[in-house]
């Protein structure tokens, strides 16, 4: 199998920016984060889309976004946390699970990063909301990293990985 690009899944601020950033870096291959690009082409927050439009309409977008990036090729893409859930990871995606416990998630988490995630609001659903995506995160990905150990000895995981595969 070729794959076209590495697509990071994990849950929220289990550290997919940070790690795609790096990981791309050191394999030579562009960075792309869908919700930065939603919010560059809506010119509005994650939060503000969320009030505004609603998760519905949010979902939509997100997985618009990820199709249209998967039409190129060598990249590294990170996704919002839901979008495995709700959506759909295009096809030829080589899929790198960020697996996080959600008790360092939280404490690896500033407050700013924490106020602009909307589902992180309340921590109790939030917890629930873990407990409840971590099965499809496991199932959809093709690798799952321990990410309860530092960040640059589990990006050196991903990248021996993603070096034994074909990637373009
Ligand atoms: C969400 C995750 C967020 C963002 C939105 C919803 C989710 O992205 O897409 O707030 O449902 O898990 P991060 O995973 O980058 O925080």
Do not use: W
């Amino acid at each position: 199998m070729v794959y076209h690009n590495i697509v990071l899944i994990g849950f929220m601020g289990s550290g997919k920016s940070t790690v795609g950033k790096t990981l791309a870096r050191q394999i030579l291959k562009d960075f792309v984060d869908v919700d930065t690009v939603i919010e560059t082409e809506q010119n509005a927050s994650i939060t503000e889309i969320f009030e505004s439009k609603g998760e519905t309409y949010f979902r939509d977008l997100e997985q618009k976004c990820i199709n249209q990036l998967a039409q190129k090729k060598g990249q590294v893409i990170a996704t919002g946390g839901g979008l495995p859930i709700y959506g759909t990871i295009p096809e030829h995606s080589l899929i790198v699970y960020i697996d996080a416990d959600f008790d360092v998630i939280m404490k690896r988490l500033p407050k700013h990063e924490r106020a602009k995630r909307p589902l992180l609001d309340d921590e109790a659903k939030a917890r629930a909301l873990f407990a409840q995506r971590i099965d499809t995160y496991k199932d959809k990905a093709h690798f799952s990293v321990d990410a309860n150990q530092q960040v640059h000895i589990f990006i050196h995981l991903i990248r021996d990985f993603v070096l034994d595969r074909r990637v373009l």
